[in-house]
């Protein structure tokens, strides 16, 4: 499943690319599609689906959750009512991908601050270490903004749940895991108004960034 959800990562967003630019109309829609597909399992296999089909009533959607952020104030799906978000899995003392992806998700931020459309979210897998106080300190030492971008915190079984059950951000290999098998990925995952996944991404590569931000761009024109 790793090679097969690697390769498709590749050929979709550099695929997209690819399409958008044999179709140009000029200024800054040259990069992006007119659609995104849709997706409901860790394969990522992509479907595409009108916006108004009755099948999307039944698709998969990110559940209800109750987090805290950088500031203590208690975050949930009702924080994010009628937000394109992506969403992001990390650690303060990661002292790996964690800073790499964190000046990605800066990027994101940058991009979108004044767009009250887009949100960013990123929730720890230390959360027992990850305190607000923590999580505070390290948006303070990033420049993270809270009214555009959640750093979570909470029960460490909820975030797990969450990262492999509802974004399937982590390449599993079919393995059966607990909330005591640590999680870590580079994934960020693209998340629509009506809470479906649209898009998975390298978050340690800059041209995949681009082509998130001219993913959401078209998530903005969609609704």
Known sequence: MKLFRSKYIVILFFGLANLASCN????????????LPYFDEASFTPQWINADSNSLNDFHVIPAFSLINQDGDSISQ??????????????????????????????????????????????????????????AGYANKRGIKSKKWYLLTGDRQQIYDLGRGAYFIEENMGIEKTVDDFLHTEN????????????????????????????????EEES
Request: glycine residues 6%.
């Open 24 to 35: 140009k109309d000029g200024g800054q829609n040259d990069s992006r599609v007119e659609e």
């Open 78 to 135: 009702k924080s994010l009512e009628g937000k394109i978000y992506v969403a992001n899995f990390f650690f303060t003392t990661c002292p790996g991908i964690c800073p790499q992806m964190s000046d990605n998700m800066g990027i994101l931020q940058e991009e979108f601050m004044d767009d009250d459309e887009v949100m960013l979210i990123s929730h720890s897998v230390t959360p027992d270490r990850d305190t607000v106080e923590k999580l």
């Open 188 to 219: 960020f995952v693209l998340i629509d108004k009506n809470k479906h996944i649209r898009g998975i991404y390298n978050g340690l590569n800059k041209t995949s960034v681009n082509q998130l931000i001219a993913d959401i761009k078209t998530l």
